[in-house]
């Protein structure tokens, strides 16, 4: 895995021509912080998850993260950073593919909406939602990759912090779902909820069958 200080070193070559407003490098690099990124990753291994949905690419430090530590993943940036910088999504996703190359990244597809998913992949367990946070967008976000979802699955929200990102969780514990706030230092976040709906199994213990103790032998007693 490639260290830190090469990730930002690959981003900026790629990205800083024309990058109007995204900051690579510092305290929030894209669309998530290193602390952000760090726990996502930790959770992943933790938990074993192989196959992820991003939504919202950004300037893909959160994908880069996130392609180290899945098998599968596929990032749909719903065309905001071709919106944001003023370039046609296709020339911006040809600096994303060299840059994924450059890092050794071989397991991201790139998607410009949900709706280019296939419909036949429904072994997604991980998804992390920082698109739009728009009133809609949120919500409508979530309700998209139900389609794709296994059945233990885990879902990050980012920028909580926004009324309409919580707005989407609350609609989502209505629904059925759990959720817990990730608690960060709070210069090192914008926000952010994990959601699941499955149970965990709870582990049986073992069971030993035809167990033979040994007589315990006395024990004299010194006059």
């Known amino acids: 895995m490639k260290t830190e200080a090469d990730i930002l070193k690959v981003t900026s070559r790629y990205l800083e021509p024309y990058n109007k407003g995204y900051t690579i490098e510092g305290s929030c690099c894209g669309s998530i912080t290193y602390a952000e990124a760090t726990y996502m990753q930790d959770f992943i291994k933790k938990h074993g998850l192989k196959n992820g949905i991003e939504i919202g690419t950004g300037t893909s430090y959160s994908t880069i ?39 050794d990244i071989h397991n991201v597809r790139f998607c410009m909406a949900l709706e280019e ?16 946070h728009t009133p809609e967008a949120p919500l409508k ?24 990102v919580m707005d989407a969780i609350n609609e989502r514990v209505k629904a059925g779902y759990k959720m817990e706030m990730i608690t960060l230092d709070e210069k090192d976040t914008y926000g952010m909820a994990v959601m699941w709906k499955h149970v965990e199994p709870v582990e049986k213990p073992i069971e030993v069958k035809n167990l033979k103790l040994r007589p315990m032998k006395r024990i004299r007693k010194e006059k």
Do not use: Q, S
């Not at 419909?119 to 698109?131: A, N, T």
């Not at 976000?141 to 309409?164: E, G, S």
């Open 141 to 164: 976000d979530c309700l998209d990759v139900v389609p794709h979802l296994a059945d233990r699955h885990y879902i990050f929200m980012h920028d909580t912090l926004n009324p309409h």
């Open 65 to 103: 993260h996130l392609a180290f530590v899945l098998d599968n993943l596929i990032t749909v940036d719903n065309g905001a950073i071709a919106t944001t910088i003023g370039h046609e999504y296709g020339y911006v996703r040809g600096a994303w593919n060299a840059m994924f190359l450059d890092l």
């Open 117 to 132: 998913i296939d419909e036949k992949i429904k072994d997604i367990d991980f998804v992390l939602v920082d698109g739009a």
